[in-house]
């Protein structure tokens, strides 16, 4: 799951983009609507999470300017703008969800986890491969009814793939999708995440390496 988090208040931010990359989302962070806006225009994100007050200006105008390009990405207000008025205009501008600071770190996960739901990641709560269930929404990974210990970056990496269940995904875009270019500082990243999730999810093995070209998520059983 990629987020765009606009914020311009640098602690702030460096928290944020911390704890959200800690829970095993990959984070794009931007301190003004333009940065924000040649991000939007060069990747894909899952979830937009925005300020209101930037230095060039309000979220709110940018998310509307945008929603008019087309970009119909789930966006959350995250701002200390807490009047009903704010909240109106920001949902009126195209935002989804609005949560004001202060605020619990559980909270804005789970809202954004909410929104990702709503956007191209697969729409089903739980995706069973062999006994071996993915549920979306608790990111929780069974086998055979037992609870696997997954980490974050596992977890991501396993539900991007249940996503292209029998489709090959090359390592470029595993790395691009559950990692960002602040955290990949070894070129065998996704190996030793893809190495540790097949000991954890045990046999028959169901991560599948297509030499040269990447993995793919299959029922070894069919």
């Not at 090359?170 to 691009?176: G, K, M």
């Given at each position: 799951?990629?987020?765009?988090?606009?914020?311009?208040?640098?602690?702030?931010?460096?928290?944020?983009?911390?704890?959200?990359?800690?829970?095993?989302?990959?984070?794009?962070?931007?301190?003004?609507?333009?940065?924000?806006?040649?991000?939007?225009?060069?990747?894909?994100?899952?979830?937009?999470?925005?300020?209101?007050?930037?230095?060039?200006?309000?979220?709110?105008?940018?998310?509307?300017?945008?929603?008019?390009?087309?970009?119909?990405?789930?966006?959350?207000?995250?701002?200390?703008?807490?009047?009903?008025?704010?909240?109106?205009?920001?949902?009126?501008?195209?935002?989804?969800d609005y949560l004001?600071?202060?605020?619990?770190?559980a909270e804005l996960?789970?809202?954004?986890?909410?929104?990702?739901?709503?956007?191209?990641?697969?729409?089903?709560?739980?995706?069973?491969?062999?006994?071996?269930?993915?549920?979306?929404?608790?990111?929780?990974?069974?086998?055979?009814?037992?609870?696997?210990?997954?980490?974050?970056?596992?977890?991501?990496?396993?539900?991007?793939?249940?996503?292209?269940?029998?489709?090959?995904?090359?390592?470029?875009?595993?790395?691009?999708?559950?990692?960002?270019?602040?955290?990949?500082?070894?070129?065998?990243?996704?190996?030793?995440?893809?190495?540790?999730?097949?000991?954890?999810?045990?046999?028959?093995?169901?991560?599948?390496?297509?030499?040269?070209?990447?993995?793919?998520?299959?029922?070894?059983?069919?």
């Amino acid at each position: 799951m990629r987020i765009l988090f606009l914020e311009d208040h640098d602690e702030t931010r460096h928290a944020v983009v911390a704890r959200l990359r800690g829970e095993g989302f990959a984070v794009a962070a931007a301190r003004t609507l333009e940065e924000a806006g040649a991000l939007l225009r060069d990747e894909g994100f899952d979830v937009l999470v925005l300020d209101r007050t930037v230095p060039d200006g309000d979220a709110r105008d940018g998310l509307r300017a945008w929603r008019g390009s087309g970009i119909a990405t789930p966006a959350l207000f995250l701002t200390a703008r807490d009047t009903v008025r704010d909240r109106v205009d920001g949902l009126d501008a195209g935002g989804d969800d609005y949560l004001t600071k202060p605020f619990a770190m559980a909270e804005l996960f789970a809202r954004v986890r909410a929104l990702a739901r709503r956007g191209p990641l697969p729409a089903a709560p739980i995706v069973r491969i062999g006994d071996v269930e993915i549920d979306l929404g608790r990111r929780e990974v069974r086998r055979a009814g037992v609870l696997l210990p997954l980490r974050p970056k596992e977890r991501s990496v396993l539900e991007l793939l249940a996503s292209r269940q029998g489709r090959v995904v090359s390592r470029e875009e595993l790395v691009r999708h559950c990692w960002d270019a602040a955290e990949t500082p070894a070129s065998n990243v996704e190996e030793a995440t893809i190495a540790s999730l097949r000991r954890k999810l045990g046999v028959p093995g169901l991560v599948r390496t297509v030499r040269g070209v990447g993995y793919v998520l299959e029922d070894p059983c069919r």
